[in-house]
């Protein structure tokens, strides 16, 4: 027997809510409780505890001894799933490890996720030296290299007004936060292929990140070597050629380098 109209959208409004409750958890970043959830998300306590309920019971949500909620085993593995059909993952990821080799430091993919520079994936050194973002750590555009040369290819009016809706003080303090100059900053790493931060983010930390454009010169990615800032001081042109140069592989293999 067809479904009903009146169930289906009652299917839908629950696909809708559980959607909601993960974009909530995605967006925060760390484990909450269902009233949280429910206040966050404009739905009726009852209402999410049964949306809650029914996701940890099939493992997409899992509960700890306090009751808070997190995304469950099941994301985990769709995830998994998902990173392995993606051509151009499989290929950055490679080229992510040959770089750690070549340079012995830890090695990020990043890409963007609205306001924020999100890492994709990571490779670390094979020192004692610390990163402390990790893959799925998100932060302000204007913290990072790899922030300003993801939206380096926008119009120059769109990248005003994302700078001014996003810049935010860093916790070193050392982040521009002034539109005009980040949207200035984005084009000038754009054209250059290349963007350098110290300091700016974590306190000694360096970056080094080039972009990884497409077919129609879009930075879709980049690839950055992330070490510790006094590095970069002493040989910059060392790690700046290295990245470029892996970026411009992963170009090749993608078959973009014809923009």
């Known amino acids: 027997m067809e479904p009903t109209g009146k169930t289906r959208r009652s299917r839908v409004s629950g696909m809708d809510r559980a959607l909601q409750v993960l974009d909530f958890l995605y967006e925060t970043g760390s ?48 995830g998994l799933a998902y990173a392995r059909s993606l051509d151009f993952l499989g290929v950055a990821t490679r080229e992510m490890h040959d770089l750690g080799r070549e340079v012995a430091e830890t090695i990020q993919l990043c890409g963007r996720d609205g306001d924020y520079m999100q890492v994709l994936a990571m490779a670390d050194g094979p020192g004692h030296f610390q990163v ?18 993801l939206v380096g290819h926008l119009p120059s009016d769109e990248r005003l007004e994302l700078f001014r809706r996003c810049a935010r003080t860093s916790p070193t303090g050392r982040a521009d936060v002034d539109p005009a100059a980040l949207s200035a900053q984005a084009e000038a790493a754009l054209n250059a292929k290349l963007s350098i931060q110290a300091g700016e983010s974590d306190y000694a930390v360096a970056c080094v990140a080039a972009p990884i454009l497409d077919d129609k ?43």
């Not at 932060?139 to 922030?147: F, K, M, Q, R, Y």
């Not at 879009?218 to 790690?239: H, M």
Request: charged share 25%; glycine share 8%; with cysteine.
């Open 31 to 78: 484990p909450s409780g269902v009233y949280a959830i429910a206040k966050a998300v404009g739905a009726p306590l009852s209402t999410a505890y049964v949306i809650v309920d029914d996701m940890v019971e099939k493992n997409l949500l899992s509960r700890d001894a306090d009751g808070q909620v997190w995304l469950g085993d099941r994301l985990y593995h769709y």
């Open 132 to 149: 402390t973002s990790r893959v799925g750590t998100r932060v302000p555009l204007n913290w990072t290299a790899s922030g300003r040369l």
């Open 217 to 259: 010169g879009a930075c879709v990615a980049t690839i950055s070597i992330v070490l510790p800032e006094q590095k970069i001081l002493d040989d910059r042109n060392f790690y700046a050629d290295h990245v470029r140069v892996s970026a411009e592989r992963i170009e090749k293999m993608m078959g973009w380098r014809s923009h």
